[in-house]
């Protein structure tokens, strides 16, 4: 299984986080596989996310289904 370090280093190296990466990091906390490294690894996500560094195709997909329903 991968770890959710490797899945956020692509993610953060992209500057991208799809759905399909958010669904694997959820099975893995679900699994309870991962470690102190692990979740460090999670918190650095979630600020480069808040930085804007990283980009949520997740919310990307909500935020055009808003638009839509606006115009």
Same mark, same amino acid.
């Given at each position: 299984?991968?770890?959710?370090?490797?899945?956020?280093?692509? &993610?953060?190296?992209?500057?991208? @986080?799809?759905?399909? #990466?958010?669904?694997?990091? %959820?099975?893995?906390?679900? *699994?309870?596989?991962?470690?102190?490294?692990?979740?460090? &690894?999670?918190?650095?996500?979630? @600020?480069?996310?808040? #930085?804007?560094?990283?980009? %949520?195709?997740?919310?990307? *997909?909500?935020?055009?289904?808003?638009?839509?329903?606006?115009?």
């Amino acid at each position: 299984m991968v770890q959710i370090r490797e899945v956020v280093k692509q &993610a953060i190296a992209a500057g991208y @986080l799809s759905v399909e #990466a958010e669904n694997e990091m %959820q099975q893995i906390f679900s *699994s309870a596989k991962c470690d102190l490294e692990d979740l460090n &690894a999670f918190m650095s996500l979630q @600020l480069a996310a808040m #930085a804007g560094r990283v980009r %949520q195709e997740s919310l990307e *997909s909500i935020r055009v289904s808003n638009f839509q329903e606006i115009n």
